[in-house]
């Protein structure tokens, strides 16, 4: 008889006390009173240290010891501690390599249920921790309680090296691999190293070509979701970040810290080959390319290469004839931000760049280098045929036409050709009449800048001859 009582223990589970609100069903009536306070929130049991209260008294002794340090559970692998027997059973799977908690809508496996638990909201989409503060909803109770610091500006963990503190325990592990140098995650392809798994993750993306965060304005794809955020400010045109010394605003936090360098005058980055400085890292790994030689963005439509993703961009629009750079004076289109900028000094008449010889000066940067070749003398480009040498680049293409015998200008007047674009213009001007250079001295007007350059010599050598005969009275 004991026996078959016995045995009916073992077997057979009786859950007599069911509750009212959802008909779960509980073998012990403790079982159904906590069970019931999920529903009322009554947490009766308080802790005397912080206040916070709880709806089960084993897990206030479980909370008790994150003001105690006490860890009773030990791992016999590693000699890892842990508050709890739970953290302690999920712990040993990475261990063991056991996932016993599979989802059933992708067969992705899990080491412990909270893990399955979140990972099935992916699917269906649920969000059932909502912020009081701002109603953002999340997948899950860790990422909500993240989420409410934000606004308390609580950052309970703090760096012993340095004193710095986070918001979260990840925050604080990736923060100290800075001291420590840390790596621990490692590129199969390419073996680069990485302190977190979040940028292990994007990086591998520039392998895989993947760009899962797409603009529902323009289509554009990126492979990191802040990407796609920065990206957006270009279409509402947001600029939140403002520089404390002018005002300017800028929208990317990296352009405004790049932009503080320019009042600052700081170099922080320097070229180990020729002692060159820059104040971005960026800028430094685009011109250490010009000691390598590395050409690493290809045009797909020409196999053209290029040092930077920026030159390639501004490179497609020739293929493109996209131009989304416009004059707000005259509505003339560019294909590059600079041109727009070279070009809008047309208008105000800036000339910001002067020559430390002769005062002169100049709307664009490339205009003095060429003009400094005049006091230098130096030519720098050489023709291969009769080995002439040339200041410009231009006027070296222009003296190769010479040799090919190509006049591709052709006058649609007179049919007449030329090899050069400019000596095409200077000839239309004999049919239109038009003379736009114009002597400062006497305000004759010439058809070329050369035929004006010989008539400013008559005026030089008259007012010498004036000084020499005015000499000549004073000596007598």
């Known amino acids: 008889m004991a026996t078959s009582v016995n045995s009916q223990r073992k077997f057979v589970t009786a859950k007599p006390f069911q509750c009212e609100k959802c008909s779960k069903q509980f073998s012990k009536l403790g079982h159904l009173k906590a069970h019931v306070r999920t529903h009322t929130g009554e947490k009766p049991y308080k802790c005397e240290d912080c206040s916070r209260r709880f709806s089960q008294p084993g897990h206030l002794t479980t909370h008790i010891r994150t003001h105690t340090g006490e860890k009773p559970y030990k791992c016999e692998e590693c000699s890892r501690q842990f508050t709890t027997k739970s953290s302690l059973k999920s712990h040993i799977r990475t261990h063991t390599g056991e996932k016993p908690y599979k989802c059933e809508q ?7 249920s909270g893990e ?12 059932p921790y909502k912020c009081e503060q701002c109603s953002w909803q999340f997948s899950e109770l ?8 934000t606004h308390t500006g609580e950052k309970p963990y703090g760096c012993e090296e ?35 798994s979040s940028l292990l993750k994007t990086h591998m993306r520039t392998h895989t070509g993947e760009r899962p965060y797409r603009c529902e304005e323009c289509g554009s794809q990126f492979s990191q979701l802040s990407s796609l955020r920065t990206h957006m400010r270009t279409h509402t045109g947001e600029k939140p970040y403002s520089c404390v010394e002018c005002s300017k605003q800028f929208g990317q936090l990296g352009n405004l810290n790049a932009h503080m360098k320019t009042h600052t005058g700081e170099k922080p980055y320097r070229c180990e080959k020729c002692s060159r400085q820059f104040s971005e890292l960026g800028s430094l790994r685009t011109h250490m390319r010009t000691h390598t030689g590395e050409k690493a963005y290809r045009c797909e439509e020409c196999s053209k ?11 497609m629009r020739t293929h493109t004839g996209e131009k989304p750079y416009m004059c707000e004076e005259c509505s003339r289109q560019f294909r590059t931000s600079g041109h727009l900028k070279k070009h809008i000094r047309t208008h105000t008449g800036e000339k910001p760049y002067g020559c430390k010889e002769c005062s002169r000066q100049f709307s664009q940067l490339g205009h003095v280098k060429k003009h400094m070749r005049t006091h230098t003398g130096e030519k720098p480009y050489k023709c291969e045929e009769c080995s002439r040498e040339f200041s410009e680049q231009g006027h070296l293409k222009r003296h190769k036409q010479t040799h090919g015998g190509v006049k591709p200008y052709k006058c649609e007047e007179c049919s007449k050709q030329f090899s050069r674009l400019d000596g095409l213009k200077e000839h239309i001007r004999t049919h239109t009449g038009e003379k736009p250079y114009r002597c400062e001295e006497c305000s004759r007007q010439f058809r070329t800048s050369g035929h004006l350059m010989r008539h400013m010599k008559t005026h030089k050598e008259h007012r010498t001859l004036v000084k020499s005969k005015d000499h000549m009275k004073t000596d007598f």
């Open 106 to 112: 992708c067969s992705k496996q899990f080491s412990w």
């Open 116 to 127: 399955l638990k979140a990972h099935m909201r992916i699917h269906t989409g649920e969000k």
């Open 142 to 149: 860790g990422h909500l309680k993240t989420h409410v610091r």
């Open 162 to 196: 340095c004193s710095r503190q986070f918001t979260t325990r990840g925050h604080l592990k990736t923060h100290m691999c800075t001291h420590t140098g840390e790596k621990p995650y490692k590129c199969e392809d390419c073996s680069r190293r990485f302190s977190r």
């Open 305 to 315: 290469q290029f040092v930077t993703q920026g030159n390639l961009k501004e490179h």
